[in-house]
């Protein structure tokens, strides 16, 4: 099964988002602890875009698909601002953020935590990230 | 939606969070610290049962408070959290870092001993 949503780039919509993502993920079967943390995972990378790399533009957006299958929930982002490869950034320690008073850096390191497998692929016209997790595994 | 509501309880203060945390609202949290903080709170419970959600942007309000907590000797602790949110914190190892309690009791106990 396959769902979509447009995503404006405002942080409000955010909240628009998770509604979105618990209607499907409310069918799916999963407990509660991991419907929130795929919520949590697929928000983190949505906010991440929306505030790094489209800079709050309420006229750009995101598109999320989210495709359930047998064994896996595939949830592919895309955009076309500028490339965040979430593969290739690094994470901070925990220390690290504690020490510097950092308030961000969390998010990535959340996603990878949740998630069974990341992907991210640019080419001219988007970028685009896809999260899987295995059904079952966890 | 996020609501904070602060009160002062005995020798601490008392801040609830009713509803969701994220990036879109963080910063109203972060006030709320940065303000009990500036007013010279030693003693910080965070009622977090009425908390539905939180993201990153909230965890990192927390987080970048530890050094200041450490540094003006001010006891924080979080009870009331769900298991959704408390299995977030768990993911990040958060909960080996903050005090987090199961009941209003526990904090406050957790609070008047350190």
Redesign the interface.
Do not use: W
């Given at each position: 099964m396959k769902h979509e949503l447009k995503l404006y780039c405002e942080?409000?919509r955010?909240?628009e988002l998770?509604v979105f993502l618990s209607g499907i993920l409310s069918a799916s079967g999963l407990n509660?602890?991991t419907q929130?943390?795929l919520?949590?995972a697929v928000?983190?990378v949505c906010?991440n875009l929306?505030?790094h790399s489209h800079d709050c533009n309420p006229l750009n957006h995101i598109e999320l698909e989210v495709h359930i299958n047998q064994d896996t929930i595939i949830f592919e982002i895309r955009d076309s601002g500028k490339a965040f490869n979430i593969i290739e950034y690094k994470s901070p320690e925990?220390n690290a953020?504690?020490?510097e008073?950092?308030?961000?850096?969390?998010?990535l390191?959340?996603v990878r935590?949740?998630m069974d497998k990341i992907e991210f692929e640019t080419d001219p016209s988007f970028n685009t990230c896809r999260l899987i997790k295995r059904l079952k595994s966890k | 939606m996020l609501s904070i509501n602060k009160a002062s309880e005995r020798d601490h203060l008392v801040i609830a969070l009713n509803g969701e945390v994220d990036a879109s609202n963080s910063v109203e949290l972060d006030e709320v610290i940065q303000e009990a903080i500036a007013d010279n709170a030693h003693k910080i419970l965070l009622d977090g049962s009425e908390l539905e959600y939180i993201s990153s942007a909230g965890l990192g309000v927390f987080m970048s408070y530890l050094e200041d907590f450490n540094e003006k000797q001010v006891t924080f602790v979080i009870f009331g959290l769900n298991e959704k949110i408390l299995n977030v914190f768990h993911i990040l190892g958060l909960d080996q870092l903050i005090s987090i309690k199961n009941t209003r009791e526990e904090a406050e106990q957790a609070l008047y001993e350190a």
């Amino acid at each position: 099964m396959k769902h979509e949503l447009k995503l404006y780039c405002e942080k409000s919509r955010l909240a628009e988002l998770r509604v979105f993502l618990s209607g499907i993920l409310s069918a799916s079967g999963l407990n509660e602890i991991t419907q929130n943390q795929l919520i949590l995972a697929v928000e983190e990378v949505c906010a991440n875009l929306i505030i790094h790399s489209h800079d709050c533009n309420p006229l750009n957006h995101i598109e999320l698909e989210v495709h359930i299958n047998q064994d896996t929930i595939i949830f592919e982002i895309r955009d076309s601002g500028k490339a965040f490869n979430i593969i290739e950034y690094k994470s901070p320690e925990i220390n690290a953020v504690i020490k510097e008073k950092r308030k961000g850096g969390l998010g990535l390191l959340l996603v990878r935590k949740i998630m069974d497998k990341i992907e991210f692929e640019t080419d001219p016209s988007f970028n685009t990230c896809r999260l899987i997790k295995r059904l079952k595994s966890k | 939606m996020l609501s904070i509501n602060k009160a002062s309880e005995r020798d601490h203060l008392v801040i609830a969070l009713n509803g969701e945390v994220d990036a879109s609202n963080s910063v109203e949290l972060d006030e709320v610290i940065q303000e009990a903080i500036a007013d010279n709170a030693h003693k910080i419970l965070l009622d977090g049962s009425e908390l539905e959600y939180i993201s990153s942007a909230g965890l990192g309000v927390f987080m970048s408070y530890l050094e200041d907590f450490n540094e003006k000797q001010v006891t924080f602790v979080i009870f009331g959290l769900n298991e959704k949110i408390l299995n977030v914190f768990h993911i990040l190892g958060l909960d080996q870092l903050i005090s987090i309690k199961n009941t209003r009791e526990e904090a406050e106990q957790a609070l008047y001993e350190a």
